[in-house]
């Protein structure tokens, strides 16, 4: 598992408006250092994380890119995972301030390099942008609850007809198949969420191509959109928990707080993949190290006999209302570049690179 490059998201847009896993990224007892970046957009936050994490990936460390569901080219954070170092953006939608300051947390204020003096004659136009995007993502906040109400018509009606039986005999065969050796611990592991999808300007994006990389077994679930994988995979997660073991879980964008979506357990070197018309993979490379679940199989297809139509009707009104709120995002991310472009030409990016090769250096030589 050492070695590779994964591609993150700590938040996203959902139908609970921005929804961060922050505190996730790296927890204050297992980590050496985390920076969080001030300043406001424009400023170079992005660029100073990307190339420090490019560095350091260059050099064959194990790097988490943690983009930003808001805008896809753009990160909000980066981790040296086996530094245990994370920089991340610590401004607003994810405002983040030290917990530990000094002990585990430091602040790094690229506002320190912008020339104040301009930027106040910008007032207006900085304001004006402010409440442009913050309109445009709370229109895309209404059509992402709207597609949320649907998606949990879809959901119930799956439940509904889930032959539960099937789903417990199911979830204990790969329970006994993949831990059945492993005894249950006095110290319970951790979980560490995140997400591995995101409804971006550019649309549903994802990077479990990433995710699975290095993994020597996958469970790749097949279902249609709206069957939840969460009770299957919530099962899983604590028998692995239990027995001392660390996971990594990734939530659906469409319940953020609840629906465990895909399911990694390190240790053990086995991932557990939901796939659908929103995130699917084709790693029929390595086929000889996937097993294909499909869930349709612990249906009773009888019981939606008569909803079949509300069926297809949900999950069309549903895409119909995710793309409105692709639009919207859109038209925020566009608005959003408008506003960087009073704050760039007002920086001092070769401070800021000065700055960037000073941290890069106290990596290297762990004085950070």
């Known amino acids: 598992m050492k070695g590779n490059i994964r591609h993150i998201y700590p938040g996203g847009n959902t139908p609970k408006g921005f929804f961060s896993y922050y505190e996730y990224i790296l927890g204050q007892k297992e980590a050496n250092r985390i920076i969080c970046l001030k300043g406001g957009p424009g400023v170079g936050k992005s660029t100073f ?55 585990v947390d430091s602040i790094v204020h690229l506002g320190d390099f912008w020339n104040g003096e301009a930027l106040k004659r910008c007032k207006s136009h900085v304001l004006e942008s402010g409440s442009k995007i913050k309109s445009w993502f709370g229109s895309a906040y209404c059509y992402l609850a709207a597609a949320g109400s649907l998606y949990d018509a879809l959901a119930q009606a799956y439940e509904d007809a889930m032959e539960d039986g099937e789903l417990y005999k199911l979830a204990a065969s790969i329970v006994g198949e993949e831990m059945a050796h492993l005894e249950i611990a006095i110290k319970p592991g951790r979980i560490k969420k995140q997400f591995a999808s ?64 895909h399911l990694f357990i390190p240790q053990l070197g086995i991932g557990f993949v939901s796939l659908n018309a929103y995130h699917d993979l084709e790693p029929w490379e390595r086929k000889e190290t996937v097993q294909l679940v499909d869930t349709n199989d612990l249906i009773n297809w009888s019981r939606l006999e008569e909803r079949k139509l509300m069926l297809l009707d949900c999950g069309r009104r549903m895409g119909e209302l995710i793309d409105e709120a692709v639009r919207c995002i859109a038209k925020a991310r566009k608005e959003h570049d408008h506003l960087e472009s009073y704050y760039i030409p007002n920086m001092d990016f070769k401070k800021i690179d000065a700055l960037r090769d000073e941290i890069i250096g106290k990596i290297e030589e762990n004085v950070l």
């Open 49 to 103: 994380m990307r190339k420090i994490g490019d560095h350091f990936a260059a050099q064959g460390e194990p790097v988490d890119f943690m983009w930003c569901s808001s805008d896809p080219d753009s990160l909000d954070g980066v981790v040296l995972r086996q530094k245990k170092i994370a920089i991340i953006d610590a401004t607003s939608p994810h405002v983040v301030d030290p917990v530990n300051p000094g002990a």
């Open 198 to 261: 995101a409804i971006t300007p550019a649309g549903v994006q994802n990077h479990l191509d990433s995710i699975i990389e290095g993994y020597e077994k996958l469970y790749m679930i097949t279902g249609p959109i709206g069957l939840s994988n969460a009770r299957l995979l919530n099962i899983i997660a604590e028998s692995a928990l239990y027995r001392g073991m660390d996971v990594e879980a990734y939530y659906c964008p469409m319940k953020p707080d609840e629906k465990l979506e």
